[in-house]
């Protein structure tokens, strides 16, 4: 949760932020535990700081660092400042504070993890020395605040009036985001900056700025606000590191000794919320509304005395909650493949749900009304089934829509993060029930019940290998959809398990290295004429492309499938890791959607040169029918943080379509 106070995604990050908003104060620190065999960590934070921090800030913050220093000599406390945790990423618990104006800081203590714990010197640390840390230091930042209060309180004060007069004077002085087809989208970033503390507004009349024509309904939020740099910091496309912290990282790769940055350095909010954003250097003169956090999106039913279906359009959260709940509900419908026009000109997208009187009890309008009031989408009731453009409703290309059972590895060879994210996005964020299945109960178990199995990010070798993935196999060709998630698919693309057929790749080598496994304590000579030559000679050369702690990536997707019904062209995909997989042979399956090329594949972010080049053109999506039953693999997780809004239609089509479409 150190990572959700920007998607305020979780209850306790809500609750936090709700108080800070309240009680507002001026200095803030978030205290957590490290590994045993570390000592203390304080401000000063490591590089790179965000550049919309204030000189101020940091200053306030490290002359308690330095009050902490005092005490910890006077106790004989070791500590260590600097080092590893930066102030970069907006939505940690020691930098979101920051961009209201107060001084903020994270606190690491090494700990016992238990009672006592046996350091790696021999000391024994126990329970009772981590809280001594941790009171002396808490205790010393109330001190510390309290020596600096009246300065704190006018740095707070003047931060207020710097950031409204500094959104006055920027070129991207309003962020506006137009009334568009993410209706949900737009709306749910809307409400999530006003739960920020942010003055968010809707128009309620047709406006101009800077010379385009918006339409009633769309939000714009000024940046000539106290929360303004908040604002620029995360609707802006790019946030760049410090030019001279990106040449240290440049000059450590060369070296191999490794980069320091620590987490994302990409997280533009109207990026992974797939959603529409303009910017304008001046003023809104609009009539309009604020926008507050609990809004909801107001669903309807248009023409609710329909004599013959009732419509919602694909492409957002709305209409995949809409989905979700109409099958639990019981609810017959259908889902067009391909995109579709009635016969009085309405166009409606690939992916939309058909929902068909005959097909269905004479309760239905008051079910389809009440889920259109908890989802907020649209339904639109239709009196006529006549198709001129796409398949029509009875055509085999409007498929039955099914409500799986869905289950997802649990425990064991999971990486719980991934599993707790992706849990999160379908139960909570889609609103369907997952059954968790500890992993190894996936060698030998029946699966016959289950329709959908994911399989979170984890190490799966161990918990399943050769007899699990044959069990997996089996059950796949029998029927069921196997999703994959990011590195799961070092487990999946296994060519002893045959469940789906690309690789993982190593590096991209210039030099062509010699990859030979040549056992011999001898080889050929080799002239070097430069310390490159000896740096190429000495990596091996089965290594795998550089780490990246994650960016904001572009992504192109394949619009004349079924499984992409709806999903935009172009959307962005958080990539991080080092994996990067091989196309799968269109005598296998095939390539859904895929990361753009070198030159644009970074949407936000900082991505090392050789990073761009491999992963241009590489897949994200990849789908492989086996049997009657069909293997998808995400070479990136699309529930990363459950932060990835505009990834959610495609996750939905993964296991809801696809669990349609298998036989």
Not at 597 to 620: F, H, R
Request: with cysteine; hydrophobic share 40%; aromatic share 10%.
């Amino acid at each position: 949760m150190n990572r959700d106070w920007l998607a305020l995604t979780q209850p306790e990050s809500k609750g936090r932020v709700a108080a800070i908003n309240k009680y507002k104060p001026q200095v803030v620190v978030d205290i957590h535990e490290m590994g045993g065999d570390q000592s203390y960590y304080f401000a000063p934070a490591a590089q790179p700081f965000n550049p919309h921090m204030t000189k101020t800030q940091i200053a306030n913050m490290d002359a308690i660092g330095q009050n902490h220093a005092k005490y910890f000599d006077e106790f004989g406390f070791d500590y260590f400042t600097r080092e590893i945790f930066d102030a970069f990423y907006p939505g940690y618990g020691d930098s979101w504070p920051v961009f209201y104006g107060a001084s903020a800081s994270t606190y690491e203590v090494g700990s016992a993890r238990g009672h006592v714990f046996e350091k790696n010197t021999g000391e024994l640390l126990t329970y009772f020395n981590t809280v001594k840390r941790q009171f002396v230091a808490s205790i010393s930042t109330a001190e510390g605040a309290a020596n600096q209060r009246e300065k704190l309180l006018g740095d707070f004060y003047q931060y207020q009036v710097d950031a409204i007069d500094s959104g006055k004077d920027s070129k991207e002085r309003v962020y506006i985001l137009p009334k568009q087809s993410n209706r949900e989208g737009a709306h749910r970033l809307a409400t999530l900056m006003a739960e920020h503390g942010v003055e968010v507004k809707q128009a309620t009349e047709d406006f101009k700025a800077c010379g385009v024509k918006y339409k009633a309904g769309s939000y714009f939020i000024d940046t000539a606000q106290p929360r303004g740099v908040f604002v620029r910091t995360t609707f802006t496309d790019q946030v760049d590191m410090a030019e001279a912290f990106v040449k240290e990282q440049e000059r450590r790769r060369a070296r191999n000794l490794g980069d320091e940055i620590y987490d994302v350095t990409g997280w533009s909010l109207p990026m992974m919320f797939n959603v529409d954003s303009d910017s304008c250097s001046r003023a809104v003169s609009a009539d309009s509304k604020a926008v507050q956090a609990d809004d909801t999106l107001l669903g309807k039913v248009n023409n609710p005395e329909a004599s013959v279906a009732y419509i919602v359009a694909w492409g957002d959260t709305a209409a995949a909650r809409f989905l979700t709940a109409a099958l639990q509900a019981g609810i017959k419908l259908k889902s067009a493949d391909q995109a579709f026009v009635l016969g009085d000109k309405t166009n409606y997208p690939a992916g939309s749900l058909v929902i068909e009187k005959r097909l269905n009890d004479k309760d239905l309008l008051t079910k389809i009304s009440q889920i259109a009031e908890q989802t907020g989408a649209i339904v639109d009731g239709v009196d006529s089934s006549w198709v001129i453009e796409g398949p029509s409703f009875g055509s085999n290309k409007t498929v039955p829509m099914v409500a799986p059972k869905v289950a997802i590895a649990w425990d064991a060879a999971t990486r719980e993060l991934s599993a707790g994210n992706t849990r999160f996005v379908i139960e909570r964020q889609l609103g369907y029930p997952v059954t968790a299945i500890r992993t190894p109960m996936l060698a030998w178990a029946d699966l016959s019940d289950y329709q959908v199995l994911i399989l979170p990010e984890g190490n799966y070798e161990q918990a399943l290998g050769k007899s699990g993935a044959a069990n997996l196999k089996s059950w796949v060709e029998a029927g069921g959809v196997l999703i994959a998630l990011g590195n799961a698919n070092r487990f999946t693309t296994n060519a002893d398990y045959g469940l789906l057929d690309v690789k993982r790749e190593q590096a991209y080598r210039e030099d062509k290295a010699d990859s030979s496994d040549d056992k011999s304590s001898k080889v050929a000579g080799q002239l070097f004429a430069s310390r490159d030559d000896l740096k190429a000679a000495s990596i091996e050369p089965h290594t795998s492309p550089d780490y990246v702690a994650g960016v904001l990536a572009n992504v192109e997707v394949d619009q004349e499938h079924w499984l992409t019904a709806g999903v935009d062209k172009d959307l962005v995909a958080v990539a991080y890791g080092n994996d990067i997989y091989t196309p799968i042979k269109l005598n296998s399956g095939k390539n859904l959607a895929w990361f753009t090329g070198k030159d644009d594949v970074l949407a936000s972010g900082y991505l090392w040169q050789q990073n761009k080049a491999q992963l241009a053109y590489k897949p994200l999506l990849v789908h492989q029918p086996q049997g009657k039953g069909m293997v998808i693999g995400f070479t990136q997780s699309p529930t990363y943080r459950a932060y990835l809004e505009g990834m959610n239609v495609l996750l939905a089509n993964t296991i809801f379509r696809a669990a349609a479409h298998a036989q």
